[in-house]
C-alpha cells in the first residue's frame, strides 16, 4: 500500500498569546519568542500495531551520546521532556530551568541519504543548522522538507528525522547496518507549560508503515499550511489548514555520514593551537602559551594532585603571582556539578582571568571547559584553554564536557571554543598518576579508538586509520607500561597514542561513540566505577555483539585485527571475534579484568543498566520487534559483566 506525501509546516495564531509581528525575512527582523512549550508527537492515522511500537504522545528530549552532544529522541514519559521556544531564527530546546541548554534543534543534510538526523546539541551552529523561523505564511524552515519521521533507531529508542527527499523505489524503510526500521510519518504538537493548552502545529503529517512513498504528481514536495486556531483552556478547535506547494531545495551543509562505500566523509579540525610533548614541556613552555603579558589563569585540578604530588605547586611556581589567579583543587571523580558550579561562581566573579589550566584527567579537564562554557554564557567572552593531562582518557581530545548531575546522570556541554588550545604531554607529570589507574584510562583510550572503526560519522581519513595505528601502539605500549611505569619515553607515547584514538574525531563526528560508551555511561557515575574500568568490563564483549549485528560492522571491527597481531581469515565475523578475544585477552594482562560484583553491584541492577544505556527499553514495557533486540542483545551482554 502506498501512501502519499501530505501537509507541511504551519503556525497556528493563538487568541490571547501576543506574539511579535511576522517576520519578512530572516536576516533583517527578529522577534519576540514566544510562550515556553514541550514538542510531542501524534500519528494522525490511528495506532499502528503492526511494529507494536507506539510513536503517538512520545515528548521530545536531547538523548546524551556524549559531552554536550544530543540527538532528538522520543520518550513516553513526560518528565524527560525538554521545554522549547523560538529565538529568532532558532528552535531552542532546554531542559530543568536551563541546567542544561538551552541547545538548537538542528537538522543534518545528509547526502546518499533520503533522510535526515535531527539533533539537540550544544555544538550545533548555523553552518549546518537549517534553523526555524517566522514569515508572513508562519513557522517555516530554511530549506525544503518532506516532513517528520519517528524511528526506532540505534540508541535502542525511537528518534526524530527529517524526510529530504521522495522516499520511493525501495527507499521506503529507513536502514542502519543493513536492518529495516519502520519509520512513522508524524506531526508535531506543542504543549505550553504556561497555559497547560494544547497548540497543534502540523508539520508534514502522514503515517508511514509501509515499504514505499508515492511521488506527487506535480513532481514538488509540499511545504507548509497556514492555519488558524481557536483554543479553550484544554483544547484546540476551529483549525483551517491550506496548502502551496515549493520548489525542492536542500540547505546548505557541512555535515555528512562518512561510507566506506562508497569512499565519502567530511573532517572538520579542531581548535587545536598547539601540541607540546617530551620531558620538561610544561617548565619550558607553558607561560609561552599564556594569551598576553597579563594573562591570568586560574588552575583547575583534583585534591589527589593538589594535596599528595607537588605538581600543582610547581605549576603556581612557574606562574607566579603574576600570572596566578587562583587554584580551584575539589574537582571528583565523574565532575559532580556541585564542584563545578562552586569552581564557576569563582571565576565569573575575577574580570581579570582569561585562562583556565587543567591539570589531571578526564573530570578536572571536562570541568574546565564547562567553566569556559559557562563563563561566555554569562559575561560572552571565552577562556583560553590549556590543558596538562595526566592520565589517557583523552579529555583533551574534544569539544565537549561531561558533568554529573545530582541524581548520578551524567550529562554536559559541547562547544568548539571549548577544545583546549594548548596541550602539554609531560612524562615527568604522568609519572605520578598511580600506575593502575593510568593502564586503566590507556583501555579508556583503546575504546575510543575501537568504536571510532563503525561510528557512522568518522572519517577513514584521518580518524580511522589513525585510530587503527592508535590500537597497535597501546596493545604494544600499555604492557610495556605495566612492566615499567616510570619510562618516561613510554609514558610520552601512551599519551600520543590516547591523542590519536580521539582528537581526529574533528568537529564533524556527531552522535556517541558507541554501546561500549553509552555501557560505561550506565556504569560509571551511578555507580561510582572510572570509566577506564567500565571499558575494561565492556569493550571486548560489546566488539564481539557489534560484529553480529550487521556485515559492515563486522568487516570495521575484523580490521583491527592485523593491527594487534592477527591475521585476516576472510570470514568477517570470525576476525572480530578475535579481535574481541584479543582485548579481553589485554585486559587480563594488564592485570584490569574485574566484574560488576567486585564493584559492589548487584544483579538486580541488570533492568536499570540496561534501561539506561539503551535509553529506557526495560522487559515490562510494551516494545517493538527491533527493540525487543536490542534489549535482547545488551540485556545478554551485562548477564556477563557479574
Not at 495564531?13 to 510562550?35: F, K, N, W, Y
Not at 490511528?46 to 520518550?75: E, P, R, W
Not at 541519504?113 to 517566522?134: H, K, L, M
Not at 529530504?164 to 519509520?183: C, E, T, V
Amino acid at each position: 500500500m502506498f501512501f502519499i506525501t501530505v501537509l507541511a509546516t504551519a503556525l497556528l495564531s493563538i487568541a490571547g498569546l501576543v506574539i511579535a509581528s511576522p517576520l519578512d525575512t530572516r536576516q533583517t527582523a527578529t522577534i519576540t519568542p514566544p510562550a515556553q512549550y514541550y514538542l510531542r508527537t501524534k500519528v494522525v492515522n490511528g495506532a499502528h500495531k503492526d511494529t507494536g511500537s507506539n510513536k503517538t504522545n512520545l515528548y521530545v528530549y536531547s538523548y546524551h551520546t556524549g559531552a554536550g552532544l544530543g540527538d532528538a529522541a522520543l520518550s513516553s514519559n513526560s518528565s524527560r521532556a525538554w521545554i522549547g521556544y523560538l529565538n529568532g531564527t532558532q528552535q531552542l530546546m532546554t531542559y530543568a530551568g536551563n541546567k542544561v541548554g538551552p541547545w538548537p534543534l538542528s537538522v543534518f543534510d545528509v547526502p546518499y541519504q533520503e533522510w535526515n538526523q535531527v539533533t539537540i546539541s550544544v555544538a550545533s551552529t548555523p553552518d549546518y543548522n537549517p534553523g526555524f523561523f517566522f514569515n508572513s505564511s508562519g513557522l517555516q524552515y530554511n530549506g525544503s522538507t518532506g516532513g517528520w519521521l519517528a524511528c526506532d533507531w540505534w540508541h535502542g529508542v525511537p528518534q526524530l528525522f527529517q524526510v529530504n527527499g521522495y522516499l520511493n523505489n525501495g527507499f521506503g524503510l529507513l536502514k542502519y547496518n543493513a536492518k529495516d526500521r519502520i519509520a512513522f510519518r508524524v506531526e508535531i504538537i506543542k504543549l505550553f507549560v504556561e497555559d497547560d493548552i494544547f497548540l497543534s502545529i502540523f508539520c508534514l503529517l502522514q503515517v508511514f508503515a509501509q515499504r514505499h512513498w508515492t511521488r506527487p504528481s506535480d513532481d514538488l514536495m509540499l511545504r507548509a499550511l497556514q492555519t488558524k486556531a481557536h483554543l479553550s483552556s484544554a483544547r484546540t478547535t476551529g483549525i483551517n489548514i491550506t496548502n502551496f506547494a515549493i520548489r525542492q531545495t536542500r540547505a546548505k551543509s557541512s555535515k555528512m555520514d562518512s561510507s566506506l562505500h562508497p569512499l565519502t566523509g567530511l573532517y572538520k579540525p579542531n581548535n587545536l593551537k598547539a601540541l607540546y610533548y617530551g620531558p620538561n614541556v610544561v617548565k619550558d613552555h607553558l607561560l609561552s602559551a599564556l594569551p598576553t603579558e597579563t594573562s591570568k589563569a586560574f588552575i583547575i585540578t583534583g585534591s589527589s594532585l593538589a594535596t599528595k604530588t607537588p605538581l600543582i605547586k610547581t605549576i603556581e611556581e612557574l606562574l607566579t603571582s603574576k600570572h596566578h589567579a587562583g587554584t580551584f583543587s575539589n574537582i571528583k571523580q565523574h565532575a559532580p556539578v556541585a564542584q563545578l558550579d562552586e569552581a564557576t561562581e569563582i571565576v565569573k566573579k575575577d574580570d581579570t582571568i582569561d585562562t583556565i589550566i587543567s591539570v589531571g584527567g578526564g573530570s578536572p579537564i571536562d570541568s574546565a571547559k564547562a567553566i569556559t562554557y559557562r563563563v561566555n554564557e554569562a559575561a560572552g567572552k571565552w577562556l583560553l584553554h590549556i590543558t596538562i593531562p595526566t592520565t589517557l582518557s583523552a579529555a583533551e581530545c574534544t569539544a565537549g564536557a561531561g558533568f554529573t548531575q545530582s541524581d548520578g546522570v551524567k550529562t554536559g556541554i559541547a562547544h568548539p571554543n571549548v577544545y583546549p588550545q594548548y596541550i602539554f604531554y609531560d612524562p615527568k607529570f604522568g609519572a605520578y598518576t598511580p600506575p593502575h589507574l593510568f593502564l586503566s584510562t590507556g583501555f579508556r583510550a583503546l575504546d575510543h579508538a575501537v568504536e571510532a572503526q563503525y561510528h557512522p560519522t568518522t572519517t577513514w581519513i584521518p580518524c580511522r586509520l589513525v585510530a587503527l595505528n592508535a590500537i597497535s601502539e597501546l596493545f604494544k605500549l600499555l604492557p610495556k607500561y605495566k612492566a615499567n611505569p616510570k619510562d618516561e619515553d613510554t609514558i610520552t607515547g601512551l599519551f600520543l597514542a590516547a591523542y590519536a584514538t580521539l582528537a581526529y574525531f574533528g568537529l564533524n563526528v556527531k552522535g556517541g561513540l558507541g554501546l561500549s560508551h553509552q555501557l560505561g555511561y550506565a556504569l560509571g557515575s551511578p555507580y561510582g566505577i572510572p570509566h577506564g574500568i567500565t571499558s575494561c568490563l565492556t569493550l571486548g564483549h560489546v566488539a564481539k555483539l557489534k560484529a553480529r549485528q550487521s556485515s559492515d560492522n563486522a568487516e570495521n571491527v575484523a580490521a583491527i585485527l592485523p593491527y594487534i597481531g592477527g591475521k585476516r581469515s576472510g570470514d568477517d565475523v570470525a576476525d572480530a571475534d578475535a579481535v574481541g578475544d584479543k582485548i579481553l585477552g589485554l585486559v587480563e594482562e594488564l592485570g584490569l579484568k574485574t566484574t560488576l560484583t567486585e564493584k559492589g553491584v548487584g544483579k538486580d541492577q541488570l533492568d536499570v543498566i540496561c534501561a539506561r544505556a539503551t535509553g529506557g527499553l526495560t522487559p515490562q514495557k510494551e516494545n517493538s520487534q527491533q527493540e525487543e533486540e536490542t534489549l535482547k542483545a545488551v540485556r545478554g551482554l551485562v548477564e556477563k559483566l557479574w
